[in-house]
């Protein structure tokens, strides 16, 4: 079964507004997740590395201010979409490590409006 | 930043026959790698891994052969079957590193052709 779980799988928002994304391991505790943003027919790009109890890491180029990320407690990161743009629609994927193995969620389908 | 108006390369297989999957990483210091099947809508699913004192490795029905001095890897797919059809990342890191930062290959789309 699915050892890392996103949540919503899909959300609908107007132009303008935040979306919150949740990622949580079930059952294990994840001191380091990873965001992902994919968009159609194309791979996987890492858009930042989420540490429980400190600051996230960001990649060249994606906004801090944007894409706010949160990881208050070993089983749970979140990433808010503030003030959501039509260009900001995309496959959002988090991933975390168990074991030496990186397991990645279902991903969250953002459309914005 | 990301491209834009890519098409994935798409290999058409016939079901049964074997299927192989060509992955170029880029970073020569990279040490560990894996493939993932994404299916449609669904987040990447591990398949296999190898790390770079290795050249090949087997798994169920899938074999990874990994040639560094080209910086190439490639999966192998025996019995192609219907439920293989997905897109497959290959994926480059640290094995060991701090954070399990991994960056990802473009993807193949493997169609299945009963």
């Known amino acids: 079964g699915a050892v890392v779980s996103q949540h919503p799988s899909r959300v609908i928002c107007k132009s303008g507004t935040s979306v919150k994304i949740e990622c949580r391991s079930l059952d294990f505790q994840a001191t380091t997740m990873f965001w992902y943003r994919q968009f159609p027919k194309q791979s996987l790009m890492l858009m930042a590395t989420?540490?429980?109890?400190?600051?996230?890491?960001?990649e060249q180029g994606v906004e801090k201010d944007k894409f706010l990320i949160n990881h208050a407690s070993l089983t749970l990161s979140t990433l808010t979409v503030t003030s959501a743009h039509p260009e900001d629609s995309s496959f959002y994927i988090c991933s975390a490590r168990r074991s030496g193995e990186l397991f990645f969620g279902e991903g969250s389908r953002l459309t914005v409006l | 930043g990301e491209s834009v108006g890519l098409h994935l390369p798409t290999l058409s297989v016939q079901e049964g026959d074997n299927s192989i999957i060509n992955c170029a990483y880029s970073n020569s210091a990279s040490d560990y790698f894996i493939w993932y099947k994404q299916e449609s809508g669904k987040g990447p699913q591990f398949i296999i891994d190898?790390?770079?004192?290795?050249d090949k490795r087997q798994g169920q029905r899938v074999t990874v052969l990994l040639n560094k001095t080209v910086k190439h890897l490639s999966l192998q797919i025996a019995a192609t079957q219907p439920g293989d059809s997905a897109v497959y990342f290959c994926a480059e890191g640290l094995y060991g590193g701090a954070t399990n930062k991994l960056i990802f290959g473009t993807g193949t789309l493997l169609a299945v052709q009963p």
């Open positions: 190898i790390r770079s004192n290795m």
């Open positions: 989420s540490n429980e109890g400190s600051k996230a890491t960001y």
